[in-house]
């Protein structure tokens, strides 16, 4: 009873994500009934709707076993191998090399008046931990979906059978069942930060300055205002929170078999998991240069739970003030 | 070099399923519970134009499932016909979600109902294993066609309506069927069209 009901939740979800994908074949369908209802019975007219998708009686009992020809699976499996597909390598690919030139272009942002020393808490132990969770997780199955997306091209050429069947093997278990823990911490992370994220009239100001990191030109030495996160943030925190769901919800059905959904429902959700994919995995990039390279004292937000006092007065100067004056400052013993 | 593929003669088919039955015998070894390679499928039941079709995987020479599958573990052999290697399957059923004509199916015995390796029809030509190996039977079924004869789906159909062979052979098989058949009503005596007279 649950399985089904959550079934019929998962499928409307799904179609409700991507009903343009959907239409074309719709009206192939359309046509073909017309045509099917002015033509005499013939042979031609019975093959068209066979390849339309009529579906017969049979004794047979598997999912949509009446169903001679589906050629919907066909068209999303073109999507995923012309587009999909070469869109993940160019973002991976890309966005690494772009930051990495840019990094070596620009240098990373420094705190203007050095370090002072004094450490302010801005994330709790439990956010933390709910932070690395996700991460680790995340990170886990991102390299192990990669393998799965990509692997038969830029793996499997290189090393023997063998390997390559464990590796591959490897992937999917453990892609399998990294899904759920990062579903678990993704849920907690977005409810606990969501009331931090909204977004503020100062963010807009923090756009046209590109966050205050760029050493040069005319945006040299300039600091925008920030509240506790800054506008990169939210933005970073609502790709993940929306398309999070979008990869939580198609991974939980395709992972469950036994909710024999529709060939055309999974591949759907094969597509709408593999274009979430590529935003998270595009911001994932992006946050761990910004965190690891270009923020200077960035990092040790994550690993105390305490950042700079210079650090927060530069990076977020709202937050900090608003802080300072309600006495909710602490520093580091 | 021979391209072989299944071709089902709608005008014979009499929905017997022995081509199904055939099929699970010629493979039993290999096909665990709930796995059914072949299917016969009727249109129209009942009604006028009714018609069966016989279906399983048509070994297509620009295979969906080839091309989709994240573990690359599809092969064709020299005479076309697309096998896959059970060792490297991952279970993923992307090939199912590709596949126009519902040809691979997964066994579900593991926990969580997930599922196990990718069987479907080999054209009785077993797997990447050696040939008439216990492992190939065990796991792929039968190879036929390294005996020299052709799936027994098609070497048991009561009616000649389901054809397995090189293209070019059985479709100038069904040429001459046609040719002989000729269109309805232009040779007299002679209608093929199935239950047209009730329309």
């Known amino acids: 009873m649950m399985i089904k009901s959550l079934r019929r939740l998962l499928t409307l979800l799904v179609v409700l994500m991507s009903v343009s994908v959907v239409m074309p074949s719709y009206a192939a369908n359309e046509q073909t009934s017309q045509q099917m209802a002015n033509a005499e019975q013939s042979t031609a007219d019975m093959w068209r709707a066979v390849k339309a998708g009529e579906v017969g009686t049979t004794a047979a009992t598997e999912v949509e076993a009446g169903v001679l020809i589906n050629t919907f699976g066909n068209e999303g499996k073109i999507i995923k191998n012309d587009y999909i597909n070469p869109a993940m390598m160019a973002v991976v690919v890309g966005v690494f090399s772009i930051f990495l030139i840019f990094f070596l272009v620009n240098g990373p942002s420094k705190l203007t008046k050095g370090f002072s020393g004094k450490m302010v808490l801005r994330w709790s132990r439990a956010d933390v931990i709910l932070h690395w969770g996700m991460a680790i997780s995340c990170f886990a199955l991102i390299l192990t979906g990669l393998t799965i997306m990509l692997g038969r091209h830029i793996i499997q050429p290189f090393i023997g059978h063998e390997a390559w069947a464990f590796i591959i093997h490897f992937c999917k278990t453990v892609h399998d069942w990294v899904g759920p823990v990062f579903f678990v911490f993704w849920a907690i992370c977005v409810l606990k930060w969501m009331p931090r994220q909204t977004f503020k009239s100062y963010d807009l100001k923090w756009f046209l300055v590109a966050g205050g990191y760029i050493n040069f030109g005319p945006f040299k030495g300039k600091h925008p205002h920030s509240g506790y996160a800054n506008a990169g943030e939210k933005m970073w925190f609502w790709s993940l929170a929306i398309f999070g769901l979008f990869i939580c919800t198609t991974g939980l059905m395709l992972v469950f078999p036994g909710l024999a959904l529709p060939r055309e429902v999974a591949m759907i959700a094969v597509l709408v998991h593999g274009v979430s994919a590529i935003v998270i995995i595009g911001f994932t990039i992006v946050h761990i240069w910004m965190a690891t390279a270009l923020s200077e004292g960035g990092l040790e937000c994550m690993k105390s739970g305490y950042c700079d006092e210079n650090w927060a007065i530069q990076h977020h100067d709202i937050w900090y003030d608003e802080i300072k004056a309600n006495g909710s400052l602490k520093y580091q013993d | ?199």
């Open chain 2, 1 to 199: 070099m021979a391209v072989m593929k299944f071709l089902c003669d709608t005008k014979r088919c009499i929905e017997c399923n022995g081509c199904v039955t055939a099929c699970s015998n010629s493979n039993s070894e290999a096909l665990v519970w709930g796995i059914q390679r072949r299917r016969v499928v009727t249109l129209k039941e009942g009604e006028p134009g009714e018609a069966s079709i016989s279906v399983a995987c048509m070994h297509c020479t620009d295979a969906p499932c080839m091309a989709v599958c994240p573990a690359n573990c599809f092969y064709r052999t020299d005479d076309g016909i697309v096998l896959h290697n059970k060792a490297t399957c991952i279970g993923c059923g992307y090939c199912f979600y590709a596949c126009p004509f519902g040809a691979p199916q997964f066994p579900q015995k593991t926990s969580f109902g997930s599922r196990g390796k990718m069987d479907k029809c080999t054209y009785c030509a077993g797997g990447p294993v050696p040939d008439f190996s216990k492992e190939e039977v065990e796991l792929y079924g039968a190879n036929r066609i390294a005996e020299g004869k052709l799936p027994l789906c098609a070497e048991m159909c009561s009616t000649k309506a389901l054809l397995a062979g090189d293209a070019e052979v059985i479709s100038s098989i069904y040429r001459q069927r046609v040719a002989a058949r000729s269109n309805p009503n232009v040779i007299w005596g002679y209608d093929p069209q199935t239950a047209a007279d009730f329309k």
